[in-house]
């Protein structure tokens, strides 16, 4: 928005600040759009909060159970294949 007028919004007595229709529609931020909030140096950032808790691969390796022998790439591709193919009939 550089360039643009300077819009102004009052902080409520609940401490709620109304963001202008512009920039809502502009980021696409419908009402429950979860955001986060982070205070710097300029002023305060809002951005999109994630919609999942950041994870590494090691934190969630293995943690559905399984039983048996591990399949094989070729295996599991079979196997998505089988799925598409079984939904796609389905349509």
Do not use: C, Y
């Amino acid at each position: 928005m550089a360039g643009a007028e300077k819009l102004i919004t009052t902080v409520s007595t609940k401490g709620q600040v109304i963001l202008p229709s512009a920039i809502r529609k502009r980021r696409n931020w419908g009402a429950g759009t979860r955001l986060q909030v982070e205070d710097t140096p300029e002023g305060v950032l809002l951005k999109p909060a994630p919609a999942f808790a950041p994870t590494r691969p090691e934190d969630v390796f293995g943690v559905l159970p399984h039983s048996g022998k591990p399949k094989t790439l070729g295996e599991m591709d079979a196997g998505v294949l089988a799925e598409a193919r079984r939904r796609h009939a389905r349509d």
